[in-house]
């Protein structure tokens, strides 16, 4: 009778690896509104005309936690009409395919795939053949794929590389401009932030209209550590759980963000890595550590049509619009801030996640930031 026991409790954890008795909110529920601009309509991503947010979240037997989140500029062949963009990088530690070349020309011509440290040839391998089977592709013979990670190993059985091409497909066939899914899902299915679990986020920014309109979408796929802070409230301290904790040091900051940035903000690509430097001040204030093996990356682009790099403009001289520097500011701050909130939504969407860890055979459960806890602290300041 115990043996039984033993095996049903053991297979209650295989097949309900996301049981969570916490309520999933976002971080405007709890009544902190981070910085002073106004949201878009859905605070996402997708308020930034024509991006669209795909996930293949992959949940399977007792040890996968993984998937795909992939971020499509527009709806047209992006090879054809590519998006001007840039790559910042705060921390190195990571393998973020793609790098080289979007630093070197300043624009971007597959989607945007985020997954796990070692599916990224995968994933590239994907974004390549969804590229070159588009039609006007026919004579495509070189395809720079953007692919960002983290690595999501305490949760999944990241060296089994349980991705597969269709899955990045099917992704990209579920990409839409629907309020963007956050938490265990995509991409951050497996990952851990602050010791809590972590997952993908996402907020946004709407300029007024004496400065342009303008709007910055940020979504995070949040695997780092350090002291989490919220308002200012140093969260992470008051509940135990934080980076150097009794000065003992077992690595649990170390992890990676990757943060994705869209604006239909005309900027150039020079503009566009100053947007993604200045996203990290947003990272700063939920209190990352930035440790050494931390891969913490920025990817922003514009989809504004007076800075689109069509075939025309790549053939001949043409004259393109793009907001000058001195009408860069307020977009700083609007980055800054979504960028703050995705990650606290990361956060608060999340849920438990059980995991049977292959190697060691043991089961490991991450849990979700204590909601409840939350609130009392925030109801004592």
């Known amino acids: 009778m115990l043996k039984m026991s033993i095996l049903l409790s053991a297979l209650s954890l295989s097949v309900l690896p996301y049981k969570s008795f916490a309520e999933q909110i976002r971080v405007r529920e709890l009544g902190i509104v981070p910085g002073i601009l106004a949201t878009g309509k859905t605070n996402t991503i997708v308020d930034v005309p024509g991006v669209k947010v795909g996930h293949m979240t992959k949940v399977e037997g007792d040890s996968i936690r993984t998937g795909v989140t ?9 090879y054809q009409h590519k998006v001007p963009a840039a790559i910042y990088v705060e921390n190195g530690y990571g393998k973020l395919m793609g790098l080289s070349q979007v630093t070197e020309l300043g624009e971007i011509e597959t989607p945007i795939a985020l997954t796990n440290t070692l599916s990224v040839p995968t994933v590239a391998n994907a974004l390549i053949r969804y590229t070159l ?28 590389r349980h991705i597969q091409i269709q899955d990045v497909l099917t992704a990209i066939e579920k990409a839409s401009n629907a309020p963007v899914i956050q938490g265990n899902v995509g991409a951050g299915a497996g990952t851990v932030a602050f010791g809590w679990k972590g997952g993908i986020g996402s907020s946004s920014r709407q300029l007024p209209s004496k400065l342009g309109a303008y709007t910055v979408g940020v979504l995070v796929q949040t695997n ?26 077992k690595g ?58 069509t075939p025309e403009r790549r ?8 907001l000058p520097n001195g009408l860069f500011s307020p977009l700083s701050q609007a980055v800054i801030e979504a960028t703050e909130e995705a990650v606290y939504n990361s956060l608060l969407m999340a849920e438990d996640v059980t995991s049977l860890d292959p190697v060691t055979g043991k089961w490991r459960t991450v849990k979700a930031l204590p909601i409840e806890e939350v609130k009392v602290l925030l109801s004592t300041q």
């Open 315 to 322: 053939s001949t001289i043409t004259t393109m619009e793009a």
């Open 133 to 160: 089977e588009q039609t006007g592709n026919e004579n495509v013979r070189s395809v720079n794929a953007v692919v960002g990670e983290t690595n999501d190993g305490r949760l999944n059985d990241i060296r089994g």
């Open 224 to 249: 780092f550590g350090g002291v989490l802070q919220m308002n200012g409230i140093p969260v992470g301290q008051k509940l135990n759980q934080y980076y150097l904790k009794n000065e003992l040091d």
């Open 252 to 309: 649990d900051a170390d992890g990676s963000v990757m943060i994705v940035i869209a604006t239909d903000a005309p900027l150039s690509d020079r503009n566009l890595k100053r947007l993604a430097k200045r996203a990290f001040g947003g990272i700063a204030r939920t209190g990352a550590s930035f440790t050494n093996g931390s891969g913490d990356y920025a990817i922003a682009f514009s989809v504004a049509e007076s800075v689109r790099r």
């Open 70 to 78: 992939v971020v499509m500029p527009h709806s047209e062949n992006l």
